[in-house]
């Protein structure tokens, strides 16, 4: 096997970004894609087989272009842009990259950072009821919050409601001290969580206050019809086909709704259906509701989540069929 070797020119100023801290990133890229890499001054010499080489390069012009919009390169953007010259998509990340939704309060751009995560935010502008379905870290909810805060500063919307059913998460908590919404308020930690990174907590309680934010158990939701608002429900997994139809049928004119769930982590009692499942095979084919599918490509946490899901999903692949093999083998009671 031929080796051969390329220099790319990097800017000084962009050297620390693009190779990272201790050159991690330039680690990675050698172990990932079996090339060696030397870098000296504004240079950068790639070594190995021609195909290894050219994606290398590749990975390199677009973390170089990433860093001259402004961007901090992530260990993120470095192992999507590895898996995207896998897929001859290369040139899909600076795409992704120009797709912004808003600053957060501390000016730090809001995007979509996967093929994924880019086409989830298309369907949320194009589509009235949108069901973000996908595991832990893939930016489901914080996305949905970044296009609701900005539907409500462009005046798109009169105010947001966030909602979420108020289950255990597998724990049994007791009584809770304290009033009604010191009750709920732990169970809707994560909506607030996201929104004060993109309002800032001043504005965010000055909203409140005015009733054009509301972040309220999803039981509250019975009763009422929601015109010209933005819409989310957290973690659809847990809730039953009841109330899902409960909430779909709050919708009024004017209003836009974001569901969204993880399939793999639901708190309901064994047995229950969940009414994610049930919307998504009752509601596919209606124009004007979209599903977009996350998967752990799409994580965006940090890497080790990305491993953590891919691992369970193997594990619930191989074990699923062995427990339905005892089930189907167990004999009926003479």
Do not use: W
Request: proline share 4%; with cysteine; aromatic share 6%.
């Amino acid at each position: 096997m031929a080796i051969i070797e390329t220099i790319i020119d990097i800017p000084a100023e962009h050297a620390k970004n693009v190779f990272g801290r201790y050159d991690e990133f330039i680690k990675k890229i050698e172990r990932t894609l079996n090339v060696t890499i030397v870098a000296r001054d504004n240079e950068l010499k790639i070594l190995g087989a021609d195909l290894s080489v050219r994606k290398a390069k590749s990975v390199f012009s677009q973390l170089i272009e990433l860093s001259k919009r402004g961007s901090i390169i992530e260990e993120q953007n470095v192992d999507y842009a590895i898996a995207l010259s896998f897929e001859e998509k290369e040139t899909a990340i600076l795409e992704i990259d120009k797709d912004l939704i808003c600053h957060t309060i501390n000016g730090k751009p809001i995007k979509p950072k996967t093929l994924g995560q880019k086409k989830y935010v298309d369907q949320i502008r194009h589509n009235m009821i949108v069901f973000g379905v996908g595991p832990a870290g893939t930016g489901k909810t914080y996305l949905a919050m970044a296009m609701a805060v900005t539907a409500f500063k462009n005046g798109d919307v009169n105010r947001i409601i966030l909602t979420r059913p108020a289950i255990e998460a597998g724990e049994k908590l007791g009584f809770l001290p304290g009033d009604l919404q010191s009750k709920v308020d732990p169970y809707l930690r994560p909506l607030y969580d996201a929104l004060y990174q993109i309002l800032g907590a001043e504005s965010f309680q000055r909203n409140m206050e005015k009733g054009l934010i509301e972040v309220a158990p999803l039981a509250y939701m019975r009763g009422r019809t929601l015109d010209n608002a933005y819409i989310i429900l957290d973690e659809a997994q847990n809730t039953t086909p009841a109330q899902m139809k409960m909430f779909l049928t709050r919708i009024g004119f004017g209003s836009k709704v974001i569901v969204t769930g993880d399939t793999t982590q639901k708190d309901l009692p064994q047995g229950m259906k969940s009414g994610l499942d049930v919307a998504a095979k009752v509601l596919n084919n209606i124009d004007g509701i979209a599903f977009s599918f996350l998967t752990n490509k799409d994580v965006v946490r940090h890497p080790l989540v990305q491993k953590i899901v891919t691992a369970y999903d193997e594990y619930e692949k191989v074990s699923q069929p062995s427990v339905l093999k005892k089930k189907t083998e167990r004999k009926p009671h003479k």
